[in-house]
């Protein structure tokens, strides 16, 4: 009998010791096939709503309260956390550049990493977590009370009545966005350097623009253009996917902001390199 029970103690072990084996093996495969998957639905749902933007009735009155929403709604935290960003930059530049003598570059450093990398990220992770949220909240709400069947029983596509004016909403008002946070971004910077580093106001002003470029800034807001298209199409999505009730709509509303965080980090590394490649050095 002892035997025989430490002979099924030891199949349960070698059992267990496989299945995590197996799980370690396949996990990964699991999740790639699982981001193919959803990349694949949130591509056929974007070429349904560019389809659906040049079909007519053209509802602006929609739009516009989605970009009302979206656009002042959004503008205080955006400024706020980008003019502490750029007070926070050019805080730690001063460490190693006073010690150079090099304080003056300061403002060049700060307005170039602002319009390129830090105010569109930033501001689009903002958009992302306040507005995406909502936008899977509202969607789903209605997908799991049965408003989005009713719309498809009344002949209306939820496509066009739903995604559509979040989407041209998002890709108009982020860019906006994006742009008041490159200034107030390198205000915070400018008060640091005129009352903390004692740099002239006239001599920061002169750094920042002889620094910046067109296409520093230029590059920055293409890049807010993809974000809000990622903001809405996974946000719809999950809405529009979401079951299980109200616990489902939580979840989704949890899945929403999490994934419009990755593709927008991902994305933007790509769009980095791509334009490393394109503008180079100079």
Same mark, same amino acid.
């Given at each position: 009998?002892?035997?025989?029970?430490?002979?099924?103690?030891?199949?349960?072990?070698?059992?267990?010791?496989?299945?995590?084996?197996?799980?370690?093996?396949?996990?990964?495969?699991?999740?790639?096939?699982?981001?193919?998957?959803?990349?694949?639905?949130?591509?056929?749902?974007?070429?349904?709503?560019?389809?659906?933007?040049?079909?007519?009735?053209?509802?602006?009155?929609?739009?516009?309260?989605?970009?009302?929403?979206?656009?002042?709604?959004?503008?205080?935290? *955006?400024?706020?956390?980008?003019?502490?960003?750029?007070?926070?930059?050019?805080?730690?530049?001063?460490?190693?550049?006073?010690?150079?003598?090099?304080?003056?570059?300061?403002?060049?450093?700060?307005?170039?990493?602002?319009?390129?990398?830090?105010?569109?990220?930033?501001?689009?992770?903002?958009?992302?977590?306040?507005?995406?949220?909502?936008?899977?909240?509202?969607?789903?709400?209605?997908?799991?009370?049965?408003?989005?069947?009713?719309?498809? *029983?009344?002949?209306?596509?939820?496509?066009?009545?739903?995604?559509?004016?979040?989407?041209?909403?998002?890709?108009?008002?982020?860019?906006?966005?994006?742009?008041?946070?490159?200034?107030?971004?390198?205000?915070?910077?400018?008060?640091?350097?005129?009352?903390?580093?004692?740099?002239?106001?006239?001599?920061?002003?002169?750094?920042?623009?002889?620094?910046?470029?067109?296409?520093?800034?230029?590059?920055?807001?293409?890049?807010?253009?993809?974000?809000?298209?990622?903001? *809405?199409?996974?946000?719809?999505?999950?809405?529009?996917?979401?079951?299980?009730?109200?616990?489902?709509?939580?979840?989704?509303?949890?899945?929403?902001?999490?994934?419009?965080?990755?593709?927008?980090?991902?994305?933007?590394?790509?769009?980095?390199?791509?334009?490393?490649?394109?503008?180079?050095?100079?």
């Amino acid at each position: 009998m002892m035997i025989s029970r430490l002979f099924i103690d030891q199949l349960a072990k070698i059992k267990a010791s496989s299945l995590l084996v197996y799980n370690i093996i396949t996990r990964p495969t699991t999740i790639f096939l699982d981001s193919v998957r959803y990349i694949g639905q949130l591509t056929l749902l974007l070429g349904q709503t560019l389809g659906w933007i040049f079909t007519p009735p053209f509802k602006g009155e929609r739009i516009l309260t989605q970009a009302k929403r979206i656009g002042p709604g959004s503008f205080f935290m *955006a400024a706020l956390i980008a003019f502490f960003v750029g007070m926070i930059i050019t805080l730690q530049m001063a460490y190693q550049m006073v010690s150079l003598s090099a304080e003056i570059y300061i403002p060049n450093i700060v307005a170039v990493s602002i319009t390129r990398e830090l105010s569109p990220v930033l501001t689009a992770l903002i958009v992302a977590g306040r507005i995406g949220a909502g936008i899977t909240a509202e969607i789903g709400s209605m997908t799991v009370t049965d408003q989005v069947d009713a719309l498809r *029983a009344f002949a209306v596509n939820p496509v066009k009545y739903l995604v559509v004016p979040r989407f041209l909403a998002l890709i108009v008002m982020l860019p906006i966005l994006t742009v008041f946070a490159d200034l107030i971004g390198i205000l915070g910077g400018f008060v640091i350097c005129v009352f903390k580093l004692s740099i002239s106001p006239l001599m920061y002003m002169t750094m920042v623009l002889k620094s910046l470029a067109v296409k520093d800034v230029v590059t920055g807001l293409v890049k807010t253009i993809f974000f809000g298209m990622i903001i *809405a199409l996974v946000g719809c999505h999950q809405g529009l996917t979401v079951k299980a009730g109200a616990e489902g709509v939580g979840r989704a509303t949890t899945v929403s902001v999490v994934v419009s965080f990755i593709m927008i980090i991902i994305s933007d590394c790509m769009f980095a390199i791509l334009f490393y490649f394109i503008f180079g050095s100079q």
